[in-house]
């Protein structure tokens, strides 16, 4: 039903910024908490950010801090992550997600329910 596709993925140098997005289709969007996971290789997914339906209200973890924003554009059915000052550790694939609970901070991969295919992120030194 509900279908997530990230884009904006790439090759960046160590202090670089990109931005990803999150165009979601189906379900009620404006309704759903989003958040963006990311995985290392040999490493488990772990949060990164989350963005409320309510208010709107941010989260993020705490290596990020600073650095990365989510947002989201409701007309658009799209939830962004605005990279700043990127480093080689967050070389990761990183995957949009949506909770369709609507939790104000969700964190954990068991809260979400919707996931998409990952866009791969490099970040060199």
């Known amino acids: 039903q509900v279908q997530l596709v990230e884009s904006g993925g790439g090759s960046v140098q160590e202090g670089g910024s990109l931005r990803l997005s999150c165009a979601a289709s189906?379900?009620?969007?404006?309704?759903?908490?989003m958040g963006w996971f990311r995985q290392a290789p040999g490493k488990e997914r772990e949060f990164v950010a989350a963005?409320?339906?309510?208010?709107?209200?941010?989260y993020y973890t705490d290596s990020v801090k600073g650095r990365f924003t989510i947002s989201r554009d409701n007309a658009k059915n799209t939830v962004y992550l605005q990279m700043n000052i990127l480093k080689p550790e967050d070389t990761a694939v990183y995957y949009c997600?949506?909770?369709?609970?609507?939790?104000?901070?969700?964190?954990?991969?068991?809260?979400?329910?919707?996931w998409g295919q990952g866009t791969q992120v490099n970040v060199s030194s």
């Open positions: 963005i409320s339906w309510r208010y709107p209200s941010t």
């Open positions: 997600a949506a909770d369709r609970g609507g939790r104000n901070r969700p964190s954990k991969l068991s809260e979400y329910d919707y």
């Open positions: 189906g379900g009620t969007f404006s309704r759903y908490a």
